[in-house]
Each structure stands twice: as C-alpha cells, then as structure tokens.
C-alpha cells in the first residue's frame, strides 16, 4: 500500500473530515456508518478496535479481529482509515490496512508509544491529554516527528463542569500559530453530548482549526461506548454543511477568524490601517525556489498584490523578490509566514505598509 503523507493529506482534504464510529463494534455496523458517510463525500473513516476505557468493565473495544472489515470498507467505498494505536503490539499487524496512525489523550504521554509509532512512516493524529498543555502536546509530537503530526484538540479538564471537557480554542490557536502545526478539533469527546457537538464543529471552523473529526453511529443509542455524544448520519451531512460552508467563507476572507459576523468590525479596522506590506526576500538561485515561496504564502492565506525579481547584487544571495501582500505587517498570518520563509530566505525585510 502506498504511504499517503500527512502533507499530501493536508493538501487534499480541505477541510479535513473525519468520521465514524466511537468503535467499531459488528461487521454490519461499520459498513452501514461508511456507506452513509461515503455518500456525503467523507473519505476518511475512523474506526477504532481498540477503546482505552476508564471503567475496565466496560466494552474495550474487539481488538484485531475487526481489521478484515475494515479492510472491505476501505476496498468498497475507497476510503483511507484511520485507527488509535493503544499499544506498539498493534503498529505492525495494521500496515497496508490503517493509513493515519492515532495516539488517544490519555496515551499522548506515553513516550515508549510514541517512539514506536515513530518508527513508521504513516500520519499520526496526536490528541492531547486531558490535562496537557500545549507546549507537553507539542514535545510530544517531536517523539513521532512533527512533520507526521496532525494536532487533535479534543477538550481539556478545567473548572468548568457543565460539558465533559472544554475545548480549548486558545490551545488549538497557540498550536497553529506558534508551533504552525495543522490543528483539527473533536467536538464529540469536547462536549460528551450530542446536541452540542455541532456548534462545537462550528466554533471550531469559525476560528480557523484545519478540520474536525466527528463521531457518527447509525444507531447512536444503542452504541456499545459513548452513546451519548454520538450523531446520526443525518444530523452529520447537516454539520458537514455548514462546515463546509465556515470553510469557504473564511478561505474567501483574508484573517482565518474572518466569518461575516465578525465583518462590520473588520471593515472599520481596514479604513484605518494599511492594508498592504511590502516585502524584500533575498534567496539562493535554485530549481523550486520561487514556488515554495508562494507555497507558504498560499498555505497562510495571504494573497500577493506584486512580485518582481532582480538579480541580486550581493556574493551572499542571487536573486531578491520584491513582493507586496495584501495584509498589514503585523498579522499574525503573516508573522507566522515570515517564520517559515526565514528558512527558505538569506535575508528578509518588511521595507514598509500602504
Ligand atoms: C477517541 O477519539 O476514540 C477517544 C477515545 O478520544 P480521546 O482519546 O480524546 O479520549
Ligand atoms: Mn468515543
């Protein structure tokens, strides 16, 4: 089976959806779950075997014996699936079936854990523990590799006790912005209930995470796990709606927090500040330079008004771009991609905002 990389993921599903089951409990069950997801178009599939559980009298999931199923969903509905490791015992048996491997919250600080799964080469979608702060979170992706690592907020413990975690936007954002690692959120663990799980979905996309991933049960009330929190295929295609909608929204404005709602106030910010930064950025003459540079701006939304070439005057660079971005110096979009050009770059300077 050929490795499909977390960048190639990223690139392809925007936004990224993932759905299915709490676990995967009867052969029928799964593949009715991905039939009606394949139907809305979702095409990567959770399906857990294994459930980390607090009460060990509870159902623990049905183990190794479900990849077989697992394998037809995928072959029928040409889906890629995605499945929590619980222990390194399981990497191997599930090569050429999973292709996202999947570290729990309570198993974020399992450092043995994460130093086997490092050992492969899948995507890994790392949740972050129940009282973790995100530079833990972060150090704990660097044991798998970041360049493997979609983030996963999926509620933290706090004061509050009136949802079963909080879902920690600030921590998601942080993630984003200062790590510029890709940031999904789970909505269902977040709230433990059904009826908030969209609007949670909805929060989430509003303040520019990558994606979400969603538990969807044909029959959520007689789930063997989580029954309470889990949407019906229905109420999914609904959320997946408007998700999709958030999504186009905020790619068609410039800040990823940008919906309408928040547009009055966006107006009266651009009459008063420059909207355009120009750039100077002096590079190595290499084969692909200039298209990684757009790359990174493209990847951060930021759209160029101007980009002019010259031949560089300096032994340390050859060429310099002059490029003019349609966004203030001091967004953080742009603070952040500056970050990442600084490695691609010999020299880069803000010469001044219109
Ligand atoms: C899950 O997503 O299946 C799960 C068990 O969630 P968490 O690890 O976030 O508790
Ligand atoms: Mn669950």
Not at 30 to 59: H, W, Y
Not at 74 to 96: H, R, W, Y
Not at 229 to 257: C, D, G, M
């Amino acid at each position: 089976m050929k490795i499909i990389t977390r960048d190639d993921i990223l690139k392809k599903y925007k936004p990224l959806i993932i759905a299915g089951p709490c676990a995967v409990e009867v052969r029928e069950q799964l593949r009715t779950i991905a039939k009606a997801l394949n139907e809305m178009g979702v095409k990567i599939l959770r399906c857990q075997l294994f459930k980390p559980r607090t009460d060990p009298d509870s159902f623990q999931g049905i183990g190794l014996k479900g990849l077989p199923w697992i394998r037809e969903v995928k072959k029928e509905f040409s889906m890629l699936v995605a499945m929590e490791i619980t222990d390194k015992d399981q990497i191997k048996p599930t090569k050429g079936i999973v292709d996202i491997l999947w570290v729990g919250a309570r198993n974020m600080q399992n450092y043995e854990l994460l130093k086997a799964i490092g050992q492969d080469e899948r995507p890994v979608i790392l949740k972050r523990g129940l009282i973790a702060t995100v530079d833990e979170w972060v150090k704990a992706g660097k044991y798998i590799g970041l360049d493997r690592v979609i983030f996963c907020e999926r509620g933290i413990r706090s004061g509050a006790d009136s949802m079963r975690f909080t879902l920690d936007l600030n921590g998601a954002l942080v993630a984003k912005f200062d790590h510029q690692m890709p940031v999904i959120i789970d909505p269902s663990h977040t709230a433990g209930r059904s009826d908030l799980v969209p609007y949670l979905a909805y929060a989430g996309m509003a303040a520019g995470m990558d994606g979400i991933v969603v538990e969807v049960h044909n029959q959520p009330e007689k789930a063997l796990s989580d029954a309470s929190q889990q949407i019906t295929p229905e109420v999914f295609k609904k959320v997946l709606n408007e998700v999709n909608t958030l999504y186009k929204l905020r790619r068609q404005k410039e800040a990823p927090s940008a919906i309408p709602a928040f547009s009055v106030q966006e107006a009266h910010l651009k009459k008063k500040h420059p909207l355009k930064t120009l750039l100077f950025l002096a590079v190595k003459n290499r084969v692909g330079i200039l298209k990684d540079i757009l790359t990174v701006f493209a990847d951060f939304d930021i759209n160029l008004s101007k980009l002019e070439s010259h031949p560089g005057d300096s032994k340390n660079w050859d060429y310099y771009f002059e490029v003019e971005v349609e966004c203030e110096a001091t967004e953080p979009r742009l603070i952040q991609a500056l970050k990442i050009l600084k490695e691609l770059c010999q020299q880069i300077k803000i010469i001044g905002e219109n």
